[in-house]
């Protein structure tokens, strides 16, 4: 009589920074009527609180607690932290660094694991990031890992900010990202790695409709056990 209930579907889409797994997450989510987690932007919300508190980015005993008891709140396309409206403020530079660094200390990540499978709900979640397929996610349907080269990630990274009117340097984005893809791959702790069980889609050369389509196409296969 204690027959197990399907669990909730997942599809986990993990890559570097840059590789496009927001606006494809996003819009395959939308596609199916799936809920969607943006895991990125809590590890940035914990580094804007810290900033804002002035905490010492290595502060683990400190981080962790803030994460764990972060008022966050995801309404929507807004981003809420603490009653105030952060959606701009965490996609800066300084968020995205001290969220790759504080994203490398073990207690963090633990403090965030139970607020990331909250979001696990019917009809079934989209979320992406960089450890969804390999620690949080591990039952996913889909596990995708998404790439793209340095370069084309630096110039995607250039334009979105040249439309949102911020001056900046492509060298430079670049270099950054390059910097961030180390330390996300180097950390001892859920660093990005593809999951054995993943599909790989290096978007270099590729539209983002075309990605759209083959994450759909394959996770339709999935459910329908080819
Ligand atoms: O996807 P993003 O650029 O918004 O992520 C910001 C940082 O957070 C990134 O440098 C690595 C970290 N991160 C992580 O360690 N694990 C995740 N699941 C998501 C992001």
């Given at each position: ?10 599809i ?15 819009r395959?989510?939308?596609a199916?009527?799936?809920h969607?987690?943006?895991?990125g ?34 309404g ?35 403090a ?7 979001f ?18 591990v ?10 080269s ?22 430079t ?21 593809m999951?054995?069980d ?10 983002i ?18």
């Amino acid at each position: 009589m204690t027959e197990k209930m399907p669990a909730v579907p997942v599809i986990a889409i993990d890559g570097p920074s840059a590789s496009g797994k927001g606006t494809i997450a996003q819009r395959v989510a939308e596609a199916l009527g799936f809920h969607y987690l943006d895991s990125g932007a809590l590890y940035r919300l914990v580094a804007l609180a810290a900033l804002q508190a002035d905490l010492g980015l290595d502060d683990e005993t400190a981080l962790a607690a803030l994460a764990k008891g972060l008022d966050a709140r995801f309404g929507g396309t807004e981003i809420m932290l603490s009653g105030q409206n952060v959606t701009a403020e965490i996609r800066s530079e300084a968020c995205g660094m001290g969220a790759s660094r504080i994203a490398a200390l073990p207690r963090v990540r633990e403090a965030l694991l139970a607020r990331q499978r909250a979001f696990r709900q019917v009809p079934g979640l989209v979320a992406e990031g960089r450890d969804m397929g390999t620690v949080v996610f591990v039952d996913a349907t889909l596990k995708v890992f998404l790439t793209a080269s340095a370069e084309v990630r630096a110039e995607r990274r250039y334009k979105q900010l040249k439309e949102k009117g911020i001056d900046a340097n492509i060298r430079t984005l670049l270099r950054e990202l390059r910097e961030r893809d180390q330390r996300d791959s180097a950390r001892s702790v859920a660093p990005l790695q593809m999951a054995v069980d993943a599909r790989e889609l290096d978007s270099t050369g590729l539209g983002i409709d075309e990605i759209v389509r083959q994450v759909l196409d394959w996770y339709r296969q999935k459910v329908a056990g080819l």
